[in-house]
Antibody, heavy 120, light 108 residues
Framework: QITLKESGPALVKPTQTLTLTCTFSGFSFSATGEGVGWIRQAPGKGLEWLALIFWDGSKRYSPSLKSRLTVTRDTSKDQVVFTMTNMGPVDTATYYC????????????WGQGTLVTVSS | ETVLTQSPATLSVSPGERATLSCRAS??????LAWYQQQPGQAPRLLIY???TRATGIPARFSGSGSGTEFTLTISSLQSEDFAVYYCQQYNNWPPITFGQGTRLEIK
């Protein structure tokens, strides 16, 4: 059974950098095809894909946010770390990490999400 | 960027009846489409991928169809737990991976 859980600050100030950690179990980045994505959802709004990292270390980012995003993996801890710089109020959202397999990117397991509020 | 347009925005259906949700892509995405269900306060749940393949554990009353630019999610006999928001997502032309804006399925 695959599980994922996001952790990080609930509140960040404008211009600060957000760092979130996704801790997972039930799969390993040592296996070909595994991937973890980040998706966010502003309050009352739809889903927005942000980033994805694969088992081989390759990464993909949303073109509209690419300059602000970084995703890395720690294979020894089964964790993925997501950072977003220069946070603003429009970045207030629930941030999810989710599992996918292979380049056929469907997110078959999701974390519970973590609400991040950007406010001074 | 491939834009996904879902219709209707809100669908009112009685329990036991059939619900049909649509997703239209701005360009061909072959069959590279997934559907998700989201209950209030919960993470999305994968229902369908490859346009018509049910994910593990998804009841047979959920079915997907379509290819190219037109896709449909059908729920054959609505149960109380099916009233939720549904999103489509494409993974053919990416990045970016894109989602539709959602269809809210409510009890009539």
């Amino acid at each position: 059974q695959i599980t994922l859980k996001e952790s990080g600050p609930a509140l960040v100030k404008p211009t600060q950098t957000l760092t979130l950690t996704c801790t997972f179990s039930g799969f390993s980045f040592s296996a070909t095809g595994e991937g973890v994505g980040w998706i966010r959802q502003a309050p009352g709004k739809g889903l927005e894909w942000l980033a994805l990292i694969f088992w081989d270390g390759s990464k993909r980012y949303s073109p509209s946010l690419k300059s602000r995003l970084t995703v890395t993996r720690d294979t020894s801890k089964d964790q993925v770390v997501f950072t977003m710089t220069n946070m603003g109020p429009v970045d207030t959202a629930t941030y999810y990490c989710a599992h996918t397999f292979d380049i056929i990117v469907r997110f078959d397991s999701w974390g519970q999400g973590t609400l991040v509020t950007v406010s001074s | 960027e491939t834009v996904l347009t879902q219709s209707p925005a809100t669908l009112s259906v009685s329990p036991g009846e059939r619900a049909t949700l649509s997703c239209r892509a701005s360009q061909s995405i072959a069959n590279n489409l997934a559907w998700y269900q989201q209950q209030p306060g919960q993470a999305p749940r994968l229902l369908i991928y490859a346009a018509s393949t049910r994910a593990t554990g998804i009841p047979a009353r959920f079915s997907g169809s379509g290819s190219g630019t037109e896709f449909t999610l059908t729920i054959s006999s609505l149960q109380s737990e099916d009233f939720a928001v549904y999103y489509c997502q494409q993974y053919n032309n990416w990045p970016p991976i894109t989602f539709g804006q959602g269809t809210r399925l409510e009890i009539k």
